[in-house]
């Protein structure tokens, strides 16, 4: 009884025991709140856009600016990669 007493409360199994605590609160949380992944993304698309727009009217050095857009600026994830995607009206053999 005390070996398993023992094992119970060891760091080991107390970390196990969080992390597995925290996965459960991860998928709760994604499947509770996926209903409302539409606003949240036209929410931080808004901000990211808002933020861009500040940064590049700031009076800060141009490298700043560069690494500051490259990191916040909107993207269209949608869109499917490729040089067809790039060239439209182009086949990739003509590229």
Known sequence: MKKLLKQLLSRTFLMVLAILAQVAVLILMILEFSSYFVG???????GSLVAVLWIVNSERNPAYKLAF??????????????AASRFPGRTTAAI
């Open 40 to 46: 949240f993304y036209a929410v931080c698309t808004l």
């Open 69 to 82: 857009f490259c990191c916040s600026a909107p993207t269209n994830r949608t869109e499917k990669s490729g």
